[in-house]
Protein backbone atom coordinates (compact mmCIF):
# COMPACT_ATOMS: atom_id res chain seq x y z
CA UNK A 1 0.00 0.00 0.00
CA UNK A 2 0.82 3.33 -0.90
CA UNK A 3 0.58 5.83 2.34
CA UNK A 4 -0.77 8.74 1.27
CA UNK A 5 0.68 12.34 2.89
CA UNK A 6 -2.83 13.57 3.58
CA UNK A 7 -6.27 11.59 4.05
CA UNK A 8 -10.14 12.87 4.59
CA UNK A 9 -11.94 12.62 7.59
CA UNK A 10 -15.11 14.07 8.42
CA UNK A 11 -14.99 16.70 12.09
CA UNK A 12 -17.44 18.63 14.49
CA UNK A 13 -17.01 22.02 14.10
CA UNK A 14 -19.80 22.22 16.82
CA UNK A 15 -22.82 21.25 18.40
CA UNK A 16 -25.70 21.12 15.76
CA UNK A 17 -23.08 22.16 13.09
CA UNK A 18 -23.28 20.40 9.99
CA UNK A 19 -19.98 18.58 9.40
CA UNK A 20 -16.89 19.26 7.98
CA UNK A 21 -14.53 16.83 5.59
CA UNK A 22 -10.90 18.14 6.03
CA UNK A 23 -7.51 16.84 5.08
CA UNK A 24 -5.54 15.55 8.09
CA UNK A 25 -1.63 14.16 7.26
CA UNK A 26 -1.66 10.41 7.50
CA UNK A 27 -0.38 9.24 10.57
CA UNK A 28 2.95 6.83 10.39
CA UNK A 29 2.70 3.94 12.29
CA UNK A 30 4.72 4.62 15.71
CA UNK A 31 5.75 1.57 18.57
CA UNK A 32 3.05 -1.04 18.32
CA UNK A 33 1.21 0.45 15.77
CA UNK A 34 0.13 -0.12 12.18
CA UNK A 35 -1.75 1.84 9.41
CA UNK A 36 -4.59 0.40 7.32
CA UNK A 37 -7.18 1.83 5.25
CA UNK A 38 -10.87 1.72 6.10
CA UNK A 39 -13.11 0.08 3.89
CA UNK A 40 -16.44 0.60 5.85
CA UNK A 41 -17.31 2.58 9.21
CA UNK A 42 -20.66 2.17 11.43
CA UNK A 43 -22.43 4.92 13.03
CA UNK A 44 -23.59 4.74 15.97
CA UNK A 45 -25.92 6.96 18.87
CA UNK A 46 -22.69 7.85 20.28
CA UNK A 47 -22.07 9.97 16.96
CA UNK A 48 -25.40 11.62 17.42
CA UNK A 49 -24.64 12.53 20.88
CA UNK A 50 -21.31 14.01 20.00
CA UNK A 51 -22.70 15.93 16.99
CA UNK A 52 -26.00 17.32 19.13
CA UNK A 53 -25.32 16.85 22.21
CA UNK A 54 -21.23 18.53 22.12
CA UNK A 55 -20.73 14.85 24.43
CA UNK A 56 -17.38 14.25 24.74
CA UNK A 57 -16.52 16.53 21.39
CA UNK A 58 -14.12 19.61 20.88
CA UNK A 59 -14.17 21.57 18.01
CA UNK A 60 -12.20 19.69 15.03
CA UNK A 61 -12.21 16.59 16.56
CA UNK A 62 -12.93 13.54 14.03
CA UNK A 63 -15.75 11.73 14.14
CA UNK A 64 -16.20 8.29 14.74
CA UNK A 65 -16.32 5.91 17.42
CA UNK A 66 -13.96 3.50 18.55
CA UNK A 67 -13.87 1.99 21.94
CA UNK A 68 -10.58 3.98 23.04
CA UNK A 69 -10.56 6.83 20.28
CA UNK A 70 -8.81 9.09 22.25
CA UNK A 71 -6.20 10.45 19.53
CA UNK A 72 -7.37 11.71 16.84
CA UNK A 73 -5.79 9.11 14.26
CA UNK A 74 -7.51 6.05 15.84
CA UNK A 75 -10.89 7.82 14.87
CA UNK A 76 -12.89 5.61 12.50
CA UNK A 77 -14.48 8.43 10.26
CA UNK A 78 -11.40 8.55 7.37
CA UNK A 79 -9.81 6.57 4.71
CA UNK A 80 -6.86 5.74 6.74
CA UNK A 81 -6.74 4.70 10.84
CA UNK A 82 -3.60 4.46 12.36
CA UNK A 83 -3.85 2.68 16.15
CA UNK A 84 -2.07 -0.24 17.40
CA UNK A 85 -2.02 -3.11 16.54
CA UNK A 86 -3.71 -4.89 19.45
CA UNK A 87 -7.11 -3.20 18.79
CA UNK A 88 -7.50 -4.90 15.28
CA UNK A 89 -9.02 -8.15 14.68
CA UNK A 90 -8.65 -9.89 11.81
CA UNK A 91 -11.97 -10.67 9.93
CA UNK A 92 -12.79 -14.31 9.32
CA UNK A 93 -13.41 -15.36 6.26
CA UNK A 94 -17.04 -16.36 7.08
CA UNK A 95 -17.93 -12.48 7.99
CA UNK A 96 -18.11 -9.42 5.31
CA UNK A 97 -16.58 -6.14 5.51
CA UNK A 98 -19.70 -4.45 6.09
CA UNK A 99 -21.05 -7.46 8.84
CA UNK A 100 -17.78 -6.69 10.58
CA UNK A 101 -17.92 -2.83 10.85
CA UNK A 102 -21.65 -3.81 12.82
CA UNK A 103 -19.23 -5.63 15.65
CA UNK A 104 -16.61 -3.87 17.36
CA UNK A 105 -18.08 -1.79 19.19
CA UNK A 106 -21.06 -2.96 21.40
CA UNK A 107 -19.59 -6.46 21.93
CA UNK A 108 -16.74 -4.70 23.35
CA UNK A 109 -19.49 -2.96 25.56
CA UNK A 110 -21.12 -6.21 26.49
CA UNK A 111 -18.05 -8.06 28.25
CA UNK A 112 -17.02 -4.59 29.76
CA UNK A 113 -20.54 -4.41 31.08
CA UNK A 114 -20.48 -7.83 32.32
CA UNK A 115 -17.17 -7.88 34.13
CA UNK A 116 -16.81 -4.33 35.20
CA UNK A 117 -20.21 -3.53 36.00
CA UNK A 118 -22.13 -6.50 37.03
CA UNK A 119 -19.37 -8.58 38.11
CA UNK A 120 -20.23 -11.30 35.70
CA UNK A 121 -16.89 -13.81 35.05
CA UNK A 122 -15.90 -13.28 31.20
CA UNK A 123 -13.83 -16.34 31.32
CA UNK A 124 -11.40 -17.01 28.51
CA UNK A 125 -10.92 -19.27 26.88
CA UNK A 126 -14.20 -20.65 28.28
CA UNK A 127 -13.47 -24.05 29.61
CA UNK A 128 -15.37 -27.12 28.06
CA UNK A 129 -18.27 -27.78 30.33
CA UNK A 130 -18.20 -24.41 32.12
CA UNK A 131 -21.41 -23.10 33.85
CA UNK A 132 -21.63 -19.66 35.75
CA UNK A 133 -22.16 -19.93 39.33
CA UNK A 134 -25.07 -17.24 38.22
CA UNK A 135 -26.21 -19.61 35.34
CA UNK A 136 -30.03 -19.52 37.18
CA UNK A 137 -30.41 -15.58 38.35
CA UNK A 138 -32.73 -13.88 36.13
CA UNK A 139 -30.97 -10.97 33.61
CA UNK A 140 -33.25 -8.25 31.93
CA UNK A 141 -31.59 -6.69 28.99
CA UNK A 142 -33.71 -3.73 28.69
CA UNK A 143 -33.61 -2.25 25.06
CA UNK A 144 -32.89 -5.51 23.58
CA UNK A 145 -33.36 -4.76 20.08
CA UNK A 146 -30.74 -2.20 20.24
CA UNK A 147 -27.14 -3.39 19.23
CA UNK A 148 -25.66 -3.38 22.81
CA UNK A 149 -28.84 -5.71 23.44
CA UNK A 150 -28.06 -7.90 20.63
CA UNK A 151 -24.68 -8.61 21.52
CA UNK A 152 -25.89 -9.32 25.69
CA UNK A 153 -28.07 -11.73 24.74
CA UNK A 154 -25.22 -13.37 22.63
CA UNK A 155 -22.59 -13.85 24.74
CA UNK A 156 -24.89 -14.19 27.97
CA UNK A 157 -26.37 -17.24 26.50
CA UNK A 158 -22.73 -18.51 25.64
CA UNK A 159 -21.75 -18.24 28.58
CA UNK A 160 -24.27 -20.36 30.37
CA UNK A 161 -27.23 -18.09 31.76
CA UNK A 162 -30.01 -19.49 30.91
CA UNK A 163 -32.97 -16.74 32.31
CA UNK A 164 -32.33 -13.85 30.21
CA UNK A 165 -35.45 -11.97 29.92
CA UNK A 166 -35.23 -8.98 26.69
CA UNK A 167 -37.63 -6.00 26.28
CA UNK A 168 -38.43 -4.75 23.48
CA UNK A 169 -40.60 -4.27 20.03
CA UNK A 170 -42.91 -6.61 19.43
CA UNK A 171 -41.58 -6.74 15.59
CA UNK A 172 -37.98 -8.10 17.09
CA UNK A 173 -39.23 -10.17 19.73
CA UNK A 174 -38.85 -13.29 17.49
CA UNK A 175 -35.55 -12.75 16.04
CA UNK A 176 -33.95 -11.92 19.98
CA UNK A 177 -35.81 -15.16 20.85
CA UNK A 178 -33.03 -16.08 18.11
CA UNK A 179 -30.37 -14.80 20.04
CA UNK A 180 -31.19 -16.28 23.35
CA UNK A 181 -33.54 -14.47 25.01
CA UNK A 182 -35.55 -16.85 27.13
CA UNK A 183 -38.79 -14.63 27.19
CA UNK A 184 -39.34 -11.06 25.66
CA UNK A 185 -41.38 -8.36 26.41
CA UNK A 186 -43.21 -5.07 24.84
CA UNK A 187 -41.52 -2.05 26.52
CA UNK A 188 -44.28 -0.05 25.84
CA UNK A 189 -47.06 -2.07 27.41
CA UNK A 190 -48.09 -0.53 30.83
CA UNK A 191 -47.65 -3.44 33.05
CA UNK A 192 -44.40 -4.28 31.76
CA UNK A 193 -42.66 -4.53 34.96
CA UNK A 194 -45.25 -6.95 36.01
CA UNK A 195 -44.97 -9.06 33.29
CA UNK A 196 -40.75 -9.11 33.43
CA UNK A 197 -41.08 -10.09 37.65
CA UNK A 198 -43.75 -12.65 37.12
CA UNK A 199 -41.80 -14.48 34.47
CA UNK A 200 -38.79 -14.16 36.47
CA UNK A 201 -40.12 -15.22 39.88
CA UNK A 202 -41.39 -18.23 37.71
CA UNK A 203 -37.83 -18.79 36.00
CA UNK A 204 -35.95 -18.67 39.72
CA UNK A 205 -38.26 -21.25 41.30
CA UNK A 206 -37.69 -23.66 38.08
CA UNK A 207 -33.90 -23.07 38.31
CA UNK A 208 -32.23 -22.96 41.76
CA UNK A 209 -33.49 -20.68 43.07
CA UNK A 210 -31.13 -17.77 41.98
CA UNK A 211 -28.02 -17.01 44.06
CA UNK A 212 -27.67 -13.35 43.17
CA UNK A 213 -29.38 -12.22 46.23
CA UNK A 214 -32.99 -11.40 47.45
CA UNK A 215 -34.22 -9.30 44.55
CA UNK A 216 -36.20 -11.27 41.14
CA UNK A 217 -34.05 -9.81 38.79
CA UNK A 218 -30.78 -9.45 39.94
CA UNK A 219 -29.05 -8.31 37.14
CA UNK A 220 -29.88 -5.52 34.74
CA UNK A 221 -28.53 -4.04 31.32
CA UNK A 222 -30.14 -0.60 30.58
CA UNK A 223 -28.79 -1.09 26.29
CA UNK A 224 -30.89 2.23 26.32
CA UNK A 225 -29.79 4.79 29.39
CA UNK A 226 -32.89 6.91 28.60
CA UNK A 227 -34.14 8.63 31.94
CA UNK A 228 -37.31 8.52 31.28
CA UNK A 229 -37.71 5.22 28.60
CA UNK A 230 -35.67 2.79 30.62
CA UNK A 231 -34.04 3.67 33.50
CA UNK A 232 -37.26 5.10 35.07
CA UNK A 233 -39.21 2.56 34.77
CA UNK A 234 -36.55 -0.15 35.90
CA UNK A 235 -36.08 1.90 39.09
CA UNK A 236 -39.52 3.12 40.04
CA UNK A 237 -41.90 0.30 38.49
CA UNK A 238 -39.60 -2.04 41.04
CA UNK A 239 -37.92 -4.54 38.71
CA UNK A 240 -35.06 -3.33 40.20
CA UNK A 241 -35.16 -4.66 44.10
CA UNK A 242 -32.96 -5.05 46.85
CA UNK A 243 -29.35 -6.28 45.85
CA UNK A 244 -30.47 -5.77 41.94
CA UNK A 245 -27.35 -3.89 39.92
CA UNK A 246 -28.05 -2.00 37.17
CA UNK A 247 -25.71 -0.92 34.47
CA UNK A 248 -26.35 1.72 32.31
CA UNK A 249 -25.06 2.91 28.84
CA UNK A 250 -23.92 6.53 29.76
CA UNK A 251 -25.03 8.71 28.96
CA UNK A 252 -28.13 9.04 30.79
CA UNK A 253 -30.13 10.67 28.03
CA UNK A 254 -32.22 13.77 29.57
CA UNK A 255 -34.06 14.82 26.33
CA UNK A 256 -33.70 13.02 23.09
CA UNK A 257 -32.32 14.70 19.76
CA UNK A 258 -34.63 15.27 17.52
CA UNK A 259 -34.84 17.70 14.51
CA UNK A 260 -35.51 20.75 16.53
CA UNK A 261 -33.90 19.72 19.66
CA UNK A 262 -31.18 20.10 21.13
CA UNK A 263 -30.13 16.80 23.53
CA UNK A 264 -29.89 16.43 27.26
CA UNK A 265 -27.49 14.22 28.86
CA UNK A 266 -26.10 13.00 32.45
CA UNK A 267 -22.88 11.15 32.91
CA UNK A 268 -24.10 10.34 36.45
CA UNK A 269 -26.00 7.39 37.30
CA UNK A 270 -26.42 7.13 40.70
CA UNK A 271 -27.17 10.52 40.63
CA UNK A 272 -30.09 10.48 37.79
CA UNK A 273 -31.44 7.48 40.03
CA UNK A 274 -31.66 9.40 42.76
CA UNK A 275 -33.49 12.00 41.00
CA UNK A 276 -36.09 9.21 40.44
CA UNK A 277 -36.50 7.68 43.36
CA UNK A 278 -36.44 10.82 45.39
CA UNK A 279 -35.38 10.38 49.19
CA UNK A 280 -36.04 6.38 49.02
CA UNK A 281 -33.20 6.13 46.79
CA UNK A 282 -30.29 5.50 49.31
CA UNK A 283 -32.24 2.87 51.12
CA UNK A 284 -33.71 1.07 47.85
CA UNK A 285 -30.58 -1.04 47.76
CA UNK A 286 -30.21 -1.06 44.12
CA UNK A 287 -26.99 -0.12 42.44
CA UNK A 288 -26.96 1.80 39.75
CA UNK A 289 -23.50 1.98 37.72
CA UNK A 290 -23.15 3.71 35.07
CA UNK A 291 -21.23 2.02 32.20
CA UNK A 292 -18.06 3.57 30.33
CA UNK A 293 -16.67 1.52 27.53
CA UNK A 294 -13.76 3.92 26.81
CA UNK A 295 -11.77 2.55 29.71
CA UNK A 296 -12.20 -0.94 29.20
CA UNK A 297 -8.56 -1.54 28.59
CA UNK A 298 -7.78 0.11 32.06
CA UNK A 299 -10.10 -1.94 33.05
CA UNK A 300 -8.75 -5.38 32.15
CA UNK A 301 -5.58 -6.50 30.82
CA UNK A 302 -7.54 -9.71 29.61
CA UNK A 303 -9.58 -8.29 27.31
CA UNK A 304 -6.40 -5.33 26.18
CA UNK A 305 -4.46 -8.70 25.17
CA UNK A 306 -7.13 -10.71 23.81
CA UNK A 307 -10.64 -8.90 22.87
CA UNK A 308 -10.07 -7.36 19.81
CA UNK A 309 -7.55 -9.45 18.41
CA UNK A 310 -8.39 -13.18 19.77
CA UNK A 311 -11.67 -13.34 21.17
CA UNK A 312 -14.19 -11.10 18.67
CA UNK A 313 -12.53 -12.75 15.74
CA UNK A 314 -13.57 -16.09 17.15
CA UNK A 315 -16.66 -15.58 18.48
CA UNK A 316 -17.71 -14.70 14.90
CA UNK A 317 -15.26 -17.48 13.51
CA UNK A 318 -17.52 -20.13 15.32
CA UNK A 319 -20.75 -18.29 14.85
CA UNK A 320 -21.09 -17.54 18.59
CA UNK A 321 -21.71 -14.11 17.51
CA UNK A 322 -23.88 -13.00 14.39
CA UNK A 323 -23.03 -9.61 12.96
CA UNK A 324 -26.09 -7.01 13.52
CA UNK A 325 -28.52 -7.17 10.72
CA UNK A 326 -27.19 -3.25 8.90
CA UNK A 327 -28.82 -0.89 6.13
CA UNK A 328 -25.90 1.08 3.86
CA UNK A 329 -26.03 4.45 4.14
CA UNK A 330 -25.56 6.08 0.65
CA UNK A 331 -24.00 9.69 -0.07
CA UNK A 332 -21.70 11.20 -2.71
CA UNK A 333 -18.88 11.61 -0.33
CA UNK A 334 -17.74 10.35 3.37
CA UNK A 335 -19.14 13.50 4.71
CA UNK A 336 -22.57 13.17 2.95
CA UNK A 337 -22.87 9.51 4.61
CA UNK A 338 -21.78 10.50 7.31
CA UNK A 339 -24.50 13.46 7.84
CA UNK A 340 -26.94 11.37 6.33
CA UNK A 341 -26.49 8.70 8.89
CA UNK A 342 -26.67 11.19 11.66
CA UNK A 343 -30.01 12.24 9.88
CA UNK A 344 -31.37 8.56 10.51
CA UNK A 345 -30.32 8.63 13.74
CA UNK A 346 -31.92 12.09 14.65
CA UNK A 347 -35.18 11.46 13.48
CA UNK A 348 -35.74 7.99 14.92
CA UNK A 349 -35.67 5.94 12.06
CA UNK A 350 -32.90 3.12 13.83
CA UNK A 351 -34.74 0.17 15.04
CA UNK A 352 -32.72 -3.00 15.29
CA UNK A 353 -30.13 -2.61 12.63
CA UNK A 354 -26.49 -0.63 12.57
CA UNK A 355 -25.90 2.00 9.61
CA UNK A 356 -22.86 1.30 8.11
CA UNK A 357 -21.20 3.40 5.61
CA UNK A 358 -18.06 3.24 2.87
CA UNK A 359 -14.97 5.39 4.57
CA UNK A 360 -14.03 5.47 1.03
CA UNK A 361 -15.24 7.17 -2.55
CA UNK A 362 -12.47 4.64 -4.22
N1 LIG B 1 -21.16 4.12 27.80
C1 LIG B 1 -20.83 3.11 27.04
O1 LIG B 1 -19.83 2.44 27.28
C2 LIG B 1 -21.68 2.77 25.86
C3 LIG B 1 -21.26 1.79 24.95
C4 LIG B 1 -22.10 1.48 23.87
C5 LIG B 1 -23.30 2.16 23.70
N2 LIG B 1 -23.63 3.14 24.59
C6 LIG B 1 -24.88 3.87 24.47
O2 LIG B 1 -25.94 2.93 24.55
C7 LIG B 1 -27.04 3.40 23.81
C8 LIG B 1 -27.48 2.32 22.85
O3 LIG B 1 -26.51 2.16 21.82
P1 LIG B 1 -26.80 1.17 20.60
O4 LIG B 1 -25.73 1.36 19.59
O5 LIG B 1 -27.05 -0.18 21.11
O6 LIG B 1 -28.17 1.82 20.07
P2 LIG B 1 -29.12 1.44 18.86
O7 LIG B 1 -28.81 0.08 18.33
O8 LIG B 1 -29.14 2.57 17.89
O9 LIG B 1 -30.54 1.39 19.61
C9 LIG B 1 -31.71 1.51 18.88
C10 LIG B 1 -32.77 0.69 19.59
O10 LIG B 1 -33.10 1.28 20.83
C11 LIG B 1 -34.33 0.75 21.23
N3 LIG B 1 -35.01 1.65 22.18
C12 LIG B 1 -35.14 2.99 22.09
N4 LIG B 1 -35.79 3.45 23.19
C13 LIG B 1 -36.05 2.38 23.98
C14 LIG B 1 -36.66 2.22 25.24
N5 LIG B 1 -37.16 3.27 25.92
N6 LIG B 1 -36.74 0.98 25.77
C15 LIG B 1 -36.26 -0.09 25.10
N7 LIG B 1 -35.65 0.00 23.90
C16 LIG B 1 -35.55 1.22 23.34
C17 LIG B 1 -35.13 0.59 19.95
O11 LIG B 1 -35.68 -0.69 20.11
P3 LIG B 1 -36.96 -1.25 19.32
O12 LIG B 1 -36.54 -1.28 17.88
O13 LIG B 1 -37.13 -2.59 19.96
O14 LIG B 1 -38.09 -0.30 19.60
C18 LIG B 1 -34.05 0.63 18.83
O15 LIG B 1 -34.04 -0.54 18.04
C19 LIG B 1 -26.58 4.69 23.11
O16 LIG B 1 -26.98 5.83 23.86
C20 LIG B 1 -25.07 4.55 23.13
O17 LIG B 1 -24.41 5.78 23.05
C21 LIG B 1 -22.86 3.45 25.66
Not at 192 to 207: F, N
Not at 270 to 297: N, Q
Amino acid sequence: MTTPRTHTAVAVVGARQPLEAIRVPTASPEADEILIRSQFTASTPLDLHRADGGLLQQPGDIFGSTTVGVKPRYRAHQEYVTAPEWMFGKIPENITAEEAATVPENLITVFNTMATDLGLPTRWPKPEGYVPSNADDPILVWGAGSSVGQFALQVLRWYGYRHVLATASPSHHEYLRGLGASACFDYRDADVAEKVLAAASEMAQHGNGGKGGSAVVPFIIDCIGSRNGSLGPILTKKIAQPSSVVAVMLPVILTHAGPDQAPEYAMDAPEVARSLLGPGAESSGVTVKGVRTFFVYENSPLFKAKLPSEIMPALLAQGVVTPQRFRIVEGGSILEREENALRQMREGGVSGVKLVWRTSDQ
